[in-house]
């Protein structure tokens, strides 16, 4: 008795459960890989809540100002450890990833100052944000100018991003993840490369990383290759599952502490801030999140593989590199799309008899159909699909906080799919 039995119990065609035995068969060499980067990352969140000695009495919430909150406190230093950084600001406050990339960038970057995109356009959310689509508050509003670097052939061209510096650079993005792009998202090693060759043209551009979607799929973390800040959602991967709401901005101190006066006030910065009685939550999900992230990264690994063997294109391909959690798959319609997306959802715990429909998300440029039934609203790291509707019609699947659930998941997606008539 086994899974699969299960899910043929549960009604799942012989034929999707056949190229799933498979799929999963296939991809035995990179789990093994997968589990090797887990069990480093699973030990370095280890050593640093031990190293910072972290107790129960930190679990203590704080309200009002939040003054002397040594459980928030002790979280940041517990970051900062993780992600070999000199500061980090962690916070119920920065409700999204979105939120915590404007924090930072709002608070490092002042009039006539130029920010510089590495890789094409970010993610949708930031354009308003950037004022690359007009909006209420943007940076373009409080005068600094956007500058793009474009992507030949799906990857960083350096020479692209060497004719866009200027004198007036004084921020480089590097989105690690690909958006809602048919690209491959960035290895380390590229975000390395990028860091160091704008670092030769000018050492006082801040480098930053977007790092959503991208912690633990790898043993470093963009400041060890040189970025001077690194940003991401408690949501996404660092929650673990457990982070009820958050952000983490961390890097070099002063860039950090510019973000913190950014995020309260001037002259307040990181001195206030109440955790409401999440301090638990937070800590216990970094504790779980290579776990988590490791699971994650099977389940797209699996994705990829049986996804191809339907034939489909993916990307990254079930033998690519995991530079993040996140697998596209090219579905080529709106129809089948929408049915993936309705299979996801039908396999999760919560909502799992919903049926997700596109619609006019607030910072998109088109409807988009999201799957999550999750614990947390919005949270990625747990079993979810999002696509724009829009040609070339791609779903773009991560999460699930168990391998063995999200493998399920992606069966029910596919054998929702047959069902429909759609493969």
């Known amino acids: 008795m086994d899974g699969y039995t299960y899910l043929e119990e549960m009604g799942v065609s012989r034929r999707i459960i056949d190229l799933s035995k498979e799929a999963e068969g296939e991809s035995l060499p990179a789990f093994k890989h997968a589990d090797g980067i887990a069990e480093y990352n699973q030990l370095k969140v280890l050593r640093a809540m031990q190293k910072n000695k972290l107790s129960d009495a930190h679990f203590a919430g704080s309200t009002g100002y939040g003054y002397h909150d040594l459980g928030r406190d002790?979280?940041?230093?517990?970051?900062?450890?993780?992600?070999?950084?000199?500061?980090?600001?962690?916070?119920?406050?920065?409700?999204?990833?979105?939120?915590?990339?404007a924090t930072a960038l709002f608070g490092n970057l002042r009039y006539g100052d130029e920010i510089l995109s590495t890789a094409g356009k970010p993610y949708d959310t930031l354009e308003p944000v950037i004022g690359i689509r007009p909006a209420r508050g943007s940076l373009a509003e409080h005068g600094v100018v956007?500058?793009?670097?474009?992507?030949?052939?799906?990857?960083?061209?350096?020479?692209?991003?060497?004719?866009a510096i200027t004198s007036k650079t004084k921020l480089a993005l590097i989105q690690r993840s690909r958006g809602y792009a048919w690209r491959r998202s960035l290895t380390n090693?590229?975000?390395?490369?990028?860091?160091?060759?704008?670092?030769?043209?000018?050492?006082?551009i801040i480098c930053l990383v977007d790092n959503c979607y991208g912690e633990f799929a790898d043993i470093r973390e963009p400041v060890e290759m040189g970025a001077d800040l690194?940003?991401?959602?408690?949501?996404?991967?660092?929650?673990?599952?457990l982070a009820p709401v958050g952000g983490y901005i961390t890097g070099k101190t002063e860039y950090v502490e510019n973000a913190a006066f950014r995020l309260t006030a001037p002259g307040l910065g990181k001195e206030v801030g109440p955790?409401?009685?999440?301090?638990?939550?937070?800590?216990?999900?970094?504790?779980?999140?290579?776990?988590?992230?490791?699971?994650?990264?099977?389940?797209?690994?699996?994705?990829?593989?049986?996804?191809?063997?339907?034939?489909?294109?993916?990307?990254?391909?079930?033998?690519?590199?995991?530079?993040?959690?996140?697998?596209?798959?090219?579905?080529?319609?709106?129809?089948?799309?929408?049915?993936?997306?309705?299979?996801?959802?039908?396999?999760?715990?919560?909502?799992?008899?919903?049926?997700?429909?596109?619609?006019?998300?607030?910072?998109?440029?088109?409807?988009?159909?999201?799957?999550?039934?999750?614990?947390?609203?919005?949270?990625?790291?747990?079993?979810?699909?999002?696509?724009?509707?829009?040609?070339?019609?791609?779903?773009?699947?991560?999460?699930?906080?168990?391998?063995l659930h999200a493998k399920a998941g992606v069966i029910i997606a596919a054998d929702y799919m047959l069902k429909d008539g759609l493969l």
């Open 275 to 403: 955790t409401l009685g999440v301090t638990q939550a937070l800590a216990q999900g970094l504790f779980l999140a290579p776990q988590a992230v490791n699971g994650s990264i099977k389940a797209a690994i699996f994705a990829s593989r049986l996804f191809e063997k339907l034939g489909y294109e993916t990307l990254p391909s079930s033998a690519d590199i995991r530079p993040d959690i996140v697998q596209a798959i090219k579905f080529g319609s709106p129809e089948r799309v929408l049915s993936f997306c309705r299979g996801i959802q039908k396999a999760a715990p919560v909502d799992s008899f919903a049926s997700p429909e596109p619609w006019d998300m607030p910072g998109y440029d088109a409807p988009v159909v999201m799957a999550a039934g999750a614990f947390i609203q919005g949270a990625s790291i747990e079993l979810s699909a999002d696509a724009p509707m829009k040609e070339p019609y791609i779903a773009y699947f991560q999460g699930g906080l168990t391998w």
């Open 189 to 204: 090693n590229e975000i390395e490369s990028v860091i160091e060759f704008i670092k030769n043209i000018r050492s006082d």
């Open 74 to 101: 002790a979280l940041e230093r517990i970051y900062t450890d993780v992600f070999k950084a000199e500061s980090a600001l962690v916070r119920p406050q920065l409700i999204s990833g979105t939120h915590a990339l």
């Open 146 to 163: 956007y500058r793009q670097a474009d992507l030949t052939d799906g990857r960083i061209d350096f020479e692209n991003i060497r004719n």
């Open 230 to 241: 690194a940003v991401g959602s408690l949501i996404k991967n660092p929650g673990g599952g």
